[in-house]
């Protein structure tokens, strides 16, 4: 049996604009230092998975950023979308991909644009998540402990408790999932001691879930069923594509986790985060005496806990605090940081008044 | 008799960086739509001084820049300081000019970098002015009706009452000239009733100043004397650069307002304002019904009494207040507008830090 990483980097990320854009995305920035997000979560799976048993399934336009990001990731593992269908048809892609090479896979499928600070405990989570899924047909999540009442993460409610977690990690029956909740919502779900964060991170056994989508999501299933024979030849394009046209749009979760009867969750507190918009780069960056994180050419007189990133030009900031500044070489965003999540509201603005220069 | 204006357009004007640069002073700045501070000035005093009898006196650096942004003033009326040594020396320089064209000069000596809303106010105030500058050495100023207890101006102190003060504008012996107080001493020359803001705009006959300098000032005076003899003549540049060097470096206002014997200030009410940092931009700027004043390529969503400009970049303002975002080409400024002093400390900064190519 070997492991597999599917990483997923299909998203656009408009709440990091303006250092987001339609043809650089959120997972190919350096939100923290050197790095792009998609090289961190290769990275931090060395020593678990090894980069030739790494799969990217991105978009199209995005395959040839990927390849030059990623130059330890085999050119054929990059799986190309031709459109974006959520999670459910990509994950099928790649099953039936690495079914084709290894029928005995256990894939470990995670986004490419979190942020985990503890990849000890990470891998000794995954390897918990990765014995439990060689139990025939069942599927594993990882969740996160949470450490405040989120609206901005669907939750898992398990069976069990959560005593002695931080010994050794264990696989816990999942009860339900549950959407974003309103705050209300969230607030009971923390009291309650039975809920995690959604980590979006799954674990399963190639097999398992080509045989749960061929139960729970039979059209799914269906129209991935000619990419198996195509894998390989010169047709494998053309047959994706068709495949992704006749999926129905679904996401994994709704559609198959929900249904399915075996599923298990791994609860985790390895300092995980999905780094949703500026504000959450800000707590995540390292800051000086002041509390700003400053990055580039930046000069501050009387400012504090301030974000402030510079790709070129000289930004200075005066008597101000809690802001957000990202400047780069066509559009400048200043923000409150209690504000970041309106970041989105004004990609849609750009595009619905067709300002695609800046999109 | 026939009256003259002196533009004294010497300044840097640190404090609105980033558009003021070292070869970009605030007088040559379009603070507010199309003109420029000293295109407007000299606007401002048509229907009373036509740009012909209009005379500039500013440093040698600017002089090309000063002929290109005012094509109706001649380009013989551009007068050049080799060196910057305060206003004295220059009001010296200017009345010898004068009175080399015409024995019988009046001088309105003014900013460049000033401004007055209430244009036909403004020249009933200089008329009573220049009338009152007729009396045989007398020397008159214009001072403001002060609004607030303000520490950023000088005050004059005058004789008399400021009854009847909107019906006719008359002149009031002046009894002292006060330095930039503290906050306290402010308050007390405001409840005082008798102190004015000192606006640095002066009337006088070109033989009235010449003949207090040669009293109150005679090291300026003879600096100067050889430049009567050279004026026209291939020599004059020569002969101004020996004098402004040979000149002690003072102000007009210390060095003969405070000294003189018949001084007058006539007490106006004109929306005036010297401008002095990006503070005052906003308040003399037309607002939207969010109280903000937007200039150029902006876009903002949660965002009230600010101010933005941006020459070419879009700049996205979000979940803001009380905010001065000036942009420009090589650096963007993000300012508290009740920080906007500070902007000088950042110029102090970059002179320290040698970053001269943001100066």
Redesign the interface.
Known sequence: MSTYAIIMAGGIGSRF??KSRLDHPKQFLRVFGDSTLIQNTVARLQGLIPPERCYVVTHERYVERTKAQLPAVPAENILAEPISRNTAPCIAYAAVRLLARDPDATMVVLPADHVITDVRKFHTVLRTAIETAQEPGALVTIGITPTYPATGYGYIQFEGSLDQLDEQPRALRVRTFAEKPDTETAERFIDSGDFLWNSGIFVWRADAIRDQMATHLPKVFQAFEPVAEAVGTEREREVVAAAFQNSPRISIDYGVMERAGKVYVVPASFGWSDVGDWRAVYELSEKDEHGNALQGNV?V??ASRCLVQSDD????????HD?V?I?T????????R??AQ??K??VD?LYAHQ?TR?I
Chains 1, 2 share one sequence.
């Open positions: 604009w303006p000069i007189h009387d030009r000289l930004v200075v900031l005066i008597g101000l802001t500044v400047d070489e066509d559009a400048v965003l200043v923000c409150h209690e504000s309106q970041v509201n004004v603005y300002l800046y």
